[in-house]
């Protein structure tokens, strides 16, 4: 079993939709949880942190709920230049060494 | 003004032969990283590396090795390449190792072996 794990998608919708992403990760001493996003060709980048008592930037909400070790980003209003892999990510190691989901691939269309 | 970067952006080679990889970071940050993301698009973390302690993952055979000049710079050694060594090898870096250090990836170097 992977350490964590993603639907891989594609996920296609269209613009100005809410889409939802699932993370699940097998690590109970996980400490600390992150989506990345990674455009094609790109590197990753933070899209924000997950705290156990959620976080909400702009259109972003993720949620964390430790108890089923599941991760969860929503994205409300859909642009086209949302299109891009979401990476799930999680820590429980020391050194800050971040363990990644496969990535789930979201394309958003006119 | 490139906050983490690497060079070279692509790098073609054959099988056993030795290369580096190098990468600069111009934000001050304490820690720096390796991460192999291969053809599957999964991303692994190999070295986590500050100026007290070098943190590799066990799974990185030994051909793999870090070396850091300066704080500034973590290049990526690696010998006698195998074919399963092409993937795209990032770079990243954090101001310190907490874990929830946001970190900041370079661009990626692009290596096929041949």
């Known amino acids: 079993r992977k350490e964590v794990e993603q639907d891989p998608g594609p996920f296609n919708v269209p613009e100005g939709a809410t889409v939802a992403f699932n993370c699940t990760y097998s690590n109970s001493a996980s400490q600390s949880f992150f989506w990345y996003r990674q455009d094609c060709r790109k590197e990753p980048k933070l899209l924000m942190s997950?705290?156990?008592s959620g976080n909400e930037d702009g259109r972003f909400t993720a949620q964390l709920n430790r108890a089923s070790q599941y991760i969860s980003l929503l994205i409300r209003d859909s642009k086209l230049s949302d299109s891009a892999t979401y990476l799930c990510?999680?820590?429980?190691?020391?050194?800050?060494?971040?363990?990644f989901g496969g990535g789930t691939r979201l394309m958003v269309k006119p | 003004d490139t906050a983490v970067s690497q060079t070279p952006k692509y790098l073609v080679t054959q099988m056993g032969n030795d290369k580096s990889i190098k990468c600069e970071q111009n934000l001050g940050h304490d820690t720096m990283y390796w991460y192999k993301q291969d053809s599957k698009k999964f991303l692994k973390i190999m070295f986590s590396y500050n100026n007290k302690e070098l943190i590799i993952n066990e799974t990185v055979p030994n051909r793999f090795s870090p070396k850091s000049p300066d704080k500034a710079h973590l290049n990526l050694h690696i010998n006698s390449l195998e074919l399963g060594d092409s993937a795209v090898y990032f770079c990243?870096?954090?101001?310190?190792?907490?874990?929830?250090?946001?970190?900041?990836f370079g661009p990626g170097t692009r290596l096929l072996v041949l």
């Open positions: 990243a870096s954090s101001q310190e190792s907490g874990v929830w250090e946001t970190q900041y």
């Open positions: 997950v705290y156990s």
């Open positions: 990510v999680v820590n429980h190691n020391a050194g800050n060494m971040l363990t």
